[in-house]
């Protein structure tokens, strides 16, 4: 099994430090209701759980909520609403929406405010050190320009567009510094950690640490979007030397975001299509077909239309499988993948499957093979054949890839 490792920007056979497999990815930020970008992040990442669980590994799945940010507390405010029961609420929503699209729940859901203490506590002693300072009621820690460059693959002065000098850099002593820990704000939960103001954690410090509490480090893979290995995970990178935790990660891996023609669905445009919304129009086993017709790391195309046939044509499959399932029976994993290679035609299929997905999976070439099963299928049942075969690599493609779960 290879996968795409960010940090050395290549394909590299994948060899966990140890059992179980160390899986971290970053969870959302829980201010607003999930949108059609959190459904293509987390069906990757549970694309990769299933796949590394199919090939035998024993995974330990944690996924954060980010339940203390800026916007978290402005929100609060807005709805005249505890900032507590107002993250809650879009966790439990998230979770809803997440089950629906056939993700595995993962074993841990860390939150921020768990270890909001312990952040402030962190961020004392790297005060103490000398590695960070306090400026404007916050404590933030000294980059310099030649630190960053693990993900990027470029000294992060490079890839500005004008010079670092000419940034402006607030409270901050230089532009690449960043919070460890701020002042209260308006609206917001606040913490007394002793040795510090009274305030709140930051963002990069959260995860580093819920990351290396569990699973614990060094971390076998850290998953997320496109849009947080700068500064994000960069930041993740340089506290966790800055602490001393040693080796953090061994594969970085990051998804392409979903965008349509006019990528509006850009978080920085701020016009983001809710699942609700979409789930509306689209059940969500249709959209998650849809989703795993484009590469995990490529950044998706939407458009209605698009979507519009992509439900069709997975209701159309969905029918199929239903019908062959429901005559076959439940099966189990083992004796699902030995009853597959027992024939010739489904072997094969089956053989493509598992190449195409232990090629940093290839998910788009794992649905050309279903559309491949779906005909055979029809041909099986119109013929009156043994379908005993073909419903066992339809399970297959529902354990491995998360496809045709449906409600009970």
């Not at 089950?99 to 595995?104: C, S, T």
């Not at 270890?115 to 404590?139: M, Q």
């Not at 919070?179 to 959260?206: A, D, F, K, T, V």
């Amino acid at each position: 099994m290879r996968l795409y490792n960010s940090a050395t920007r290549r394909k590299e056979r994948f060899q966990p430090v140890g059992d179980p497999v160390r899986l971290y990815a970053c969870g959302p930020t829980v201010y607003a209701p999930a949108h059609l970008g959190h459904a293509k992040s987390y069906v990757a990442v549970d694309v990769l759980r299933r796949w590394l669980e199919y090939r035998g590994h024993a995974v330990r799945h944690a996924q954060n909520f980010t339940d203390i940010a800026d916007e978290t507390a402005q929100v609060a405010v807005r709805d005249a609403v505890d900032e507590a029961e107002l993250t809650v609420r879009y966790e439990t929503e998230f979770l809803v929406q997440m089950d629906a699209l056939g993700n595995l729940r993962p074993h841990v859901l860390p939150r921020a405010s768990e270890v909001a203490e312990e952040i402030g506590v962190l961020a004392a002693r790297l005060l103490a050190e000398g590695s960070a300072y306090e400026s404007e009621g916050g404590i933030w820690l000294s980059v310099d320009p030649g630190q960053h460059g693990a993900l990027l693959g470029t000294e992060i002065s490079a890839a500005l567009c004008e010079p670092a000098s000419a940034v402006d850099s607030g409270p901050k002593r230089g532009p690449f510094d960043f919070m460890l820990w701020g002042p209260p704000l308006p609206g917001g939960r606040s913490w007394s950690p002793g040795g510090i103001p009274p305030g709140r954690p930051g963002w990069h410090l959260e995860c580093t640490l819920m990351a290396s509490r569990d699973p614990g480090l060094p971390l076998d893979i850290h998953f997320g979007g496109a849009d947080l290995a700068y500064p994000h995970h960069e930041s993740e990178l340089l506290l966790a030397d800055a602490l001393g935790m040693g080796e953090y990660c061994r594969t970085w891996m990051h998804n392409g975001l979903m965008e349509d023609a006019d990528g509006k669905l850009s978080k920085s445009r701020g016009e983001r299509l809710t699942l609700a919304t979409v789930f509306e129009e689209c059940p969500p086993a249709a959209l998650r077909f849809y989703l795993l017709q484009y590469h995990y790391r490529d950044f998706t195309p939407f458009s209605e239309a698009a979507l519009k046939q992509a439900c069709a044509e997975g209701e159309q499959l969905g029918w199929t499988a239903a019908e062959v399932l429901t005559s076959d029976g439940e099966g189990d994993s083992r004796g699902d993948t030995q009853l597959v290679n027992d024939e010739q035609v489904t072997a094969a299929l089956l053989a493509r499957v598992e190449a195409n997905m232990d090629d940093n999976l290839d998910t788009p070439q794992a649905m050309a093979v279903l559309r491949e099963l779906d005909a055979l299928a029809r041909e099986r049942i119109d013929s009156g054949s043994e379908i005993g075969a073909v419903a066992a690599l339809y399970r297959v493609f529902q354990r491995a890839l998360g496809v045709f779960q449906w409600p009970a």
